[in-house]
């Protein structure tokens, strides 16, 4: 069954500094990966998704995929203030979607 | 606007009693799902829903049961209510297989 885990727990940035997230899976053959956002509270909204190796951008969100590692992250560059919220992964397989459990980003002005 | 609505938002129950959260999606999705959200655990998989009738159990069905009659809508149902059963249940839309989800605002329920 697939595991997906994330890393940090929680990351503490200052405003404009580029903020990295991490995300490790356990099956390399799964469809494609998302990294979706929610705000306190609130339901959750889709950044980037990414199907194949390499590099996605989505205005200041940028994801990169490496299957052969197990690995996908989510770089944001120029964070702000509202971006405050928690990140979470989400890899598919056919209908069946597993999440990680989440990182805790803090931007700080 | 694609959207993807819940009610009630908030529910407080007691214990041994029933339970209905409703979810309605504007896009004429196929595929529906429940989940809940624990701290530290997660999203968690309740039950999918390919289409009318059409419903299959996710990770941790026990406890719930669903039902989808138009195809737009999709119920989850606590038949007896338990404590352990409080939690925020989110239900999610999408066109189809591997296709992104669009995630309602959440309902939290508080079973006392």
């Known amino acids: 069954q697939q595991k997906v885990q994330q890393s940090p727990e929680s990351l503490t940035v200052s405003e404009g500094a580029m903020a990295s997230l991490n995300c490790t899976f356990s099956d390399g053959t799964s469809n494609n990966f998302r990294w979706y956002r929610q705000h306190s509270a609130k339901g959750l909204e889709v950044l980037v998704s990414?199907?194949?190796?390499g590099e996605k951008e989505e205005g200041r969100f940028t994801a990169h995929l490496n299957r052969a590692n197990l690995h996908v992250s989510l770089h944001i560059r120029e964070p702000q203030p509202s971006d405050s919220a928690v990140y979470l992964c989400?890899?598919?397989?056919?209908?069946?979607?597993?999440f990680g459990s989440g990182t805790r980003l803090l931007v700080s002005p | 606007d694609m959207k993807v609505t819940q009610m009630p938002r908030y529910l407080i129950k007691r214990m041994g009693e029933n339970v209905l959260l409703e979810c309605g999606q504007d896009?004429?999705?196929?595929?529906m799902y429940w989940y809940r959200q624990d701290p530290g655990l997660g999203l968690q998989l309740i039950y999918i829903s390919y289409d009318v009738d059409s419903n299959s159990e996710g990770d941790i069905p026990k406890g719930y049961r669903v039902s989808r009659k138009k195809r737009e809508h999709f119920s989850l149902i606590l038949d007896s209510a338990k404590t352990n059963q409080t939690s925020v249940y989110f239900c999610a839309s999408s066109s189809g297989q591997g296709d992104t989800q669009y995630f309602g605002p959440g309902t939290r329920l508080l079973v006392l």
């Open positions: 896009m004429s999705h196929e595929t």
């Open positions: 989400a890899v598919t397989g056919g209908y069946k979607v597993v």
């Open positions: 990414i199907f194949s190796d």
